[in-house]
């Protein structure tokens, strides 16, 4: 029998401490972490296609911490067209091996969002571009300052970065909360390289579960 747990939880944070085994987890998990291919329905997954509507249709999407693909192809759907070209990108080989397996009509890239940005490039063409970082923070949140500088380097004049990202409820203690304590921090984060353009927070004060989402825009400046 092998010593690896089954569970995708105990690879992510355990005991109040960000684990961050994620290459392990999408080798050895059973199931699909994180319930990645049930997302359709979810509440920012419509919102954010009714917040970002007037801006499609994109002719690329890149997805920035893309696990197996499923979130990419639901913005592709929602927010691009048939000819829309489509990206991800996740530190684990695993994950975009699984994510190439089932979305071959995508490139997928093995990329880890905290190293350093000496030498990466943006893409040379203009296009009709969004990069998606959705549901990762919690994982490179003690290096998210590289994040950023990572991703504005990735990115041209003129293309768009949406940041979705739900929060444990705010007023209690959570693994992060020193740099991200609330939605506000988040787009504070951001602002040092890109400029909010729109933002939703979406909130339901009576669920006990942590149903919120924040959902926000940003840009790099003109073409
Ligand atoms: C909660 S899943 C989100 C997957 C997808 N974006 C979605 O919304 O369904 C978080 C993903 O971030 C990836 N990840 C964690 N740390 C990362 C890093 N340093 N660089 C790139 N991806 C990372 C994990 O492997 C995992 O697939």
Not at 28 to 43: A, F, L, T
Not at 129 to 153: C, E, H, M, Q, S
Request: glycine share 8%.
């Amino acid at each position: 029998m092998s010593g690896y747990s089954k569970d995708y939880h105990d690879y992510v944070i355990r005991d109040g401490k960000l684990i961050g085994e994620f290459e392990a987890m999408y080798r050895h998990s059973e199931g699909v972490p994180w319930r990645q291919d049930e997302q359709q329905k979810w509440v920012d997954v419509r919102l954010t296609a009714e917040m970002l509507r007037d801006l499609a249709p994109f002719e690329e999407i890149h997805d920035l911490g893309c696990g197996l693909g499923y979130y990419l192809a639901l913005l592709r759907n929602s927010l691009g067209d048939t000819q829309t070209r489509a990206f991800g990108y996740d530190v684990s080989p695993t994950a975009c091996a699984k994510a190439a397996g089932l979305f071959p009509q995508f490139s997928f890239t093995t990329l880890d969002l905290t190293a350093d940005s000496t030498g990466v490039t943006a893409p040379d063409l203009p296009a009709r571009r969004l990069f998606v970082i959705r549901g990762t923070l919690w994982y490179v949140f003690p290096k998210l300052a590289n994040v950023v500088d990572l991703i504005r380097a990735m990115m041209g004049a003129g293309d768009r970065l949406l940041v979705v990202q739900n929060f444990p409820p705010l007023e209690r203690p959570f693994v992060g909360k020193d740099v991200l304590p609330d939605h506000h921090a988040l787009i504070g984060h951001f602002a040092r390289r890109f400029t909010p353009v729109r933002h939703l927070w979406y909130q339901d004060s009576v669920k006990t579960a942590n149903d919120n989402w924040f959902i926000g825009l940003f840009s790099t400046g003109q073409r």
